[in-house]
């Protein structure tokens, strides 16, 4: 592969499951000050 | 009457996240992004989601979470006026069920041939051959007759999604979804982490990932980023809403919004890697450059897939699996398609869940036998342009004509701020009313246009004036109908009042 495609693949796999991971982690931390 | 109510956050978003993941995300992404600029693609299509889906799956969630109902409750309680456009949506929704569950009734055949790779060398024979029995004859209003080894896929694939909609939202939809998405996910990943390292599957992905800069300056690259994006979601024909009914009084929408969307694109870049690495060893087996076996949509799942398996190792695990995913993933979607269909008859009718589940399923059945025969593809393939590429794109810019110009968008706007951890700022409002319509207009435009001019995929005019422009218009006259004949104010569950 080659460099530019792999940046590009990082940065869509990045922002995607990057940003869904700090949701998570958010909703998760909400979860918890509740309990 | 309460209205039922999800057993937990994770449940709904599963389940929001499996109505927003289907077949769609398998099989037409990756072409798109390919098509339109490789890697590059992902700049138009992050920004296309940033502003038009986060916005607008936010705004479908908190008008389900304010309205307390299905679509044509939330619009006939934002005005009386507006209640058919919940009806259209419905009548679009109900549409795609009937020949949405066509094609997992194809996965399903597939997936069982899949063990013996039983559809042979010629896999493009086969499939309109020997599956569809597809003749030259046949054509969108020439169907033939039913064909078993369809209809009985078809009906398995009714039964499972009847049995999560008569179960209710709590122990049918939100039960299938924790375990239909997990099992999706692990099965995705299990088929990446196995092609990766087969040969040409790095080429394969290098196709897909490589940026072509110059495609940005494109208009149509960016039109096809947001048409992808209104596609992918379920937004727009009465899904969401009826999903986000169910939510309690206290609930994160915007943070579950942003987490459903992030999460079906997320899954489409996934699927990506997995299409064009499965692509990307068949190129290197069969000694060709990657353009020439490239392809989308139901042939590349019916037709290039099988042949890809034909030249894996182990075929008889990867086949079955890459199968399962399919099915899996039009099920979850074809389970919110009839919950949406269903939740407007509960609410309009006061119809029991099981009634209405009985009814919807019973009568979609019948239907989708329409697509079950010699020529149900050309059908399927007629109507499926007409409702997506028309029908659906319509739906939403007046969604959005309504909501950002006819009423305060700054309710929901208020509303979803309230209610949530984090608030979303001015951005939402001028995304939703500026920004998506412009979009939506130019795609929508643009269709109607080449359409009118060109005609549709060499069908006669007369099977696209009756199955195509006909078939909207008569779900349009319906919804209209309905709405004239409502005499009654449904408020059975009132709204919820800002905190």
Same mark, same amino acid.
């Given at each position: ?33 509740? /309990? | ?7 937990? %956050? ?72 507006? /209640? ?18 066509? !094609? ?89 982490? %196995? ?98 076996? !490239? ?25 079955? !699996? ?48 329409? #697509? ?55 951005? #939402?409002?001028?995304?939703? %009313?500026?920004?998506?319509? !412009? ?58 009042? /800002?905190?």
């Amino acid at each position: 592969m080659t460099t530019g495609a792999i940046i590009m693949m990082v940065l869509g796999l990045g922002l995607t499951w990057g940003g869904a991971a700090l949701c998570i982690r958010k909703a998760m931390q909400k979860q918890k000050s509740r /309990e | 009457m309460k209205r039922e109510q999800w057993g937990s %956050r994770a449940g709904f978003i599963l389940a929001a996240v499996g109505s927003a993941i289907g077949l769609g995300n398998i099989w037409r992404f990756p072409y798109m992004a390919y098509e339109n600029g490789g890697g590059a693609f992902f700049i138009p299509y992050l920004f296309a989601m940033l502003t038009a889906g986060i916005p607008f799956m936010i705004m479908e969630f908190g008008m389900g979470h304010k309205y307390r109902g299905s679509a044509p409750r939330v619009f006939a309680q934002l005005g009386k006026k507006y /209640e058919w456009l919940g009806w259209f949506q419905v009548s679009i929704a109900a549409v795609i069920a009937v020949y949405y569950v066509a !094609v997992i009734g194809w996965a399903i055949s597939y997936f069982s041939m899949s063990f013996t790779q039983s559809w042979g060398a010629d896999t493009n024979g086969y499939f309109f051959g020997e599956y569809l029995k597809l003749g030259d004859n046949n054509s969108p209003s020439q169907l033939g007759s039913v064909q078993w080894q369809i209809a009985i896929p078809m009906a398995i694939a009714w039964a499972i999604t009847f049995a999560a909609i008569f179960g209710g939202i709590k122990s049918g939809i939100e039960r299938a979804s924790k375990i239909m998405m997990p099992l999706l996910f692990l099965m995705v990943i299990a088929l990446i982490a %196995r092609m990766i390292f087969l040969p040409g599957a790095l080429d394969g992905l290098n196709y897909l990932f490589q940026p072509d800069f110059s495609k940005i300056a494109d208009p149509k690259v960016w039109s096809a980023a947001y048409g992808q994006i209104f596609f992918t979601l379920s937004v727009g024909f009465a899904i969401m809403l009826a999903y986000s009914s169910y939510l309690p009084e206290k609930s994160d929408i915007n943070n579950n919004a942003f987490m459903t969307v992030l999460i079906n694109c997320g899954f489409s870049i996934i699927a990506g890697i997995l299409i064009f690495s499965i692509l990307g060893n068949m190129a290197h087996e069969q000694a060709k450059p990657l353009t020439e076996v !490239v392809s989308s949509g139901v042939g590349l799942a019916f037709i290039t897939i099988p042949a890809a398996i034909n030249l894996l190792p182990a075929p008889y695990i990867l086949g079955p !699996v890459f199968f399962f995913a399919l099915v899996i993933a039009g099920l979850s979607s074809h389970i919110s398609i009839i919950e949406a269909v269903t939740s407007a008859f509960i609410d309009k009718l006061k119809w029991s869940r099981k009634m209405a589940a009985s009814i919807v399923c019973g009568v979609g059945f019948i239907v989708s036998l329409s #697509f079950a025969t010699n020529g149900g593809l050309l059908l399927l393939d007629l109507v499926d342009y007409f409702i997506n590429n028309i029908a659906l794109l319509a739906s939403c810019i007046v969604e959005l004509f309504i909501m950002g110009w006819l009423i305060k968008l700054t309710a929901i706007h208020k509303h979803v701020n309230n209610i949530s951890e984090f608030s979303v700022g001015h951005w #939402f409002k001028i995304c939703l %009313r500026f920004l998506s319509p !412009v979009f939506l207009i130019v795609i929508l435009g643009t269709n109607i246009m080449t359409t009118l001019t060109k005609g549709y995929g060499g069908y006669g005019q007369s099977d696209l004036i009756i199955l195509g422009w006909g078939l909207i218009a008569a779900m349009l006259i319906l919804a209209v109908v309905i709405n004239k004949a409502s005499s009654t104010v449904i408020a059975v569950n009132k709204p919820i009042k /800002e905190v």
